[in-house]
């Protein structure tokens, strides 16, 4: 999931990427004995490609980054930011084909697709002389095969409930724990004010699958991340009875009257207004648009609750997450390139040049060490839901099989749709890839030595490190 979901809520003018020289003509770094960076070449540019910055104030920030690097490194940095995350693999490969140079791409859910394509460059030797200053868990969704594609650059988020506080406690409620409690609490809003219960933007799909990481995560008994390994290494079938019934205790908010259809046609953007306006009273989300929330001003106390317990074992609630966002190098990056965006990772995440960027997300919790967490009323709830958040599953599940998956979901909620014959479209989605595009989830190790050292940069520069 990413912060570019809630993107269009603050639309930010694309900045161009003009045509320059890159840094190809010297720009190379050679720290050397004295631990001093090289001089780059003249007309040293880099390329940053990714979705829409989530504010204005975020653009900014990036912005000063940016004229920071240049000030210290002689080297300007320029960034197409457009459209939503989804886009990002498409806008990517459109700039391989067309030349259209390309330093660093943001990188998220997609960040499995990318490096199994070949796409994105080996960064472990590059963060090397830092890998420390970020956490294990916040590089972990960006490791496959134990090398790291990408580094955060945003805070970790996670999925939970906002519902307004204000109203449960004039109408006697509590936040609920149980899918019972929250029937209940449903019906007490629809006896007592005309405020519709819950709202989902159901209209942008990516958010359909966190319904059933929620609820596999306790049908698993909490290995929703291991099983869903298994299942695309063909050792458990989408159909097996946890992934079912998960998709039962979905069906159950639609058939119990928490749900309407109406959230097909609802996006995030709309849930999120109607929710601060208190036409809402309850909305299923991601940290990531808490900012948002609050720089919307609501006249009402903001609450977060995580998924209800849907299943009578003894399984612990579960949010899922990931840092919202990372920074990846393509393969395709001009060669001479690298020592110079190599250094731009390194600066971008040094905490003093983090923080500008962090400070206009409400970090709850930073991916980064040393840069300043949140200060924001829920920080201290959210931060405890961490120990029991799971990773995303569609960061590891294949495209097409995430497509079946919301509308395995849709089915379920709105169209009759038995989860047995739900789940069962999933499966024979992944046994399609399997027969006829070769899927294969290890498909590392099936590459070639050449494959490998096309993404493995060599030689490895050498770069200032920030105390």
């Not at 001093?36 to 829409?52: F, N, R, S, W």
């Not at 609820?215 to 991340?225: D, E, I, P, R």
Request: negative net charge; charged residues 15%.
């Amino acid at each position: 999931m990413s912060l570019a979901r809630s993107a269009g809520i603050a639309a930010i003018a694309a900045a161009t990427i003009t045509a320059a020289a890159a840094c190809s003509g010297g720009g190379s770094l050679n720290s050397g004995s004295s631990g001093q960076a090289g001089h780059p070449g003249p007309g040293c540019h880099l390329h940053v490609l990714g979705e829409t910055r989530s504010s204005s104030a975020e653009a900014a920030a990036w912005n000063q980054v940016f004229a920071d690097f240049k000030a210290r490194y002689h080297c300007t940095v320029t960034a197409s930011w457009q459209g939503e995350f989804t886009a990002v693999p498409q806008m990517l490969n459109e700039a391989r084909l067309s030349g259209q140079p390309v330093d660093l791409v943001t990188d998220s859910t997609y960040n499995y697709n990318l490096v199994s394509a070949g796409d994105l460059m080996d960064l472990s030797k590059l963060i090397a002389p830092y890998r420390s200053r970020f956490p294990a868990a916040a590089l972990q969704p960006f490791t496959i095969d134990g090398k790291v594609w990408a580094v955060p650059v945003q805070p970790e988020t996670s999925s939970m409930f906002f519902y307004n506080a204000s109203l449960f406690k004039k109408l006697g409620l509590a936040a609920p724990t149980t899918f019972a409690q929250l029937v209940h609490d449903t019906q007490v809003i629809k006896t007592h004010t005309r405020v519709q219960p819950l709202i989902e933007g159901g209209k942008d799909t990516w958010e359909w699958p966190m319904w059933y990481m929620a609820t596999y995560a306790q049908t698993s008994g909490n290995h929703s991340v291991a099983d869903t390994i298994s299942f695309l290494e063909g050792k458990q079938q989408f159909t097996n009875p946890a992934s079912v019934q998960a998709l039962a205790d979905i069906a159950k908010f639609s058939k119990d009257g928490l749900l309407p259809q109406s959230s097909l046609g609802t996006d995030e953007n709309g849930a999120i207004a109607a929710f601060v306006q208190g036409k809402a009273a309850m909305m299923f989300d991601g940290s990531w648009v808490l900012p948002t929330i609050r720089s919307a001003h609501p006249n009402f106390t903001v609450g977060a609750f995580l998924f209800p317990k849907v299943t009578n074992t003894a399984a612990v609630q579960q949010s899922n997450g990931s840092p919202t966002e990372g920074l990846a190098m393509p393969s395709f990056i001009p060669k001479a390139d690298i020592p110079m965006t190599s250094q731009f990772l390194e600066f971008i995440t040094s905490p003093p040049e983090a923080d500008k960027i962090f400070a206009t997300l409400d970090p709850v919790v930073p991916t980064i060490k040393g840069v300043k967490a949140a200060s924001d009323p829920l920080s201290g709830q959210l931060q405890q839901y961490l120990p029991r958040t799971n990773g995303w599953l569609d960061w590891i599940w294949p495209t097409d099989v995430v497509n079946y998956v919301e509308t395995a979901i849709q089915g379920v909620l709105f169209s009759s749709q038995s989860p047995a014959s739900a789940a069962a479209s999933v499966q024979g989605e992944l046994n399609t890839l399997r027969s006829q595009q070769n899927y294969d989830y290890a498909f590392w190790t099936k590459w070639s030595p050449a494959q490998r050292s096309r993404v493995e940069p060599s030689p490895v520069p050498k770069i200032q490190v920030s105390s």
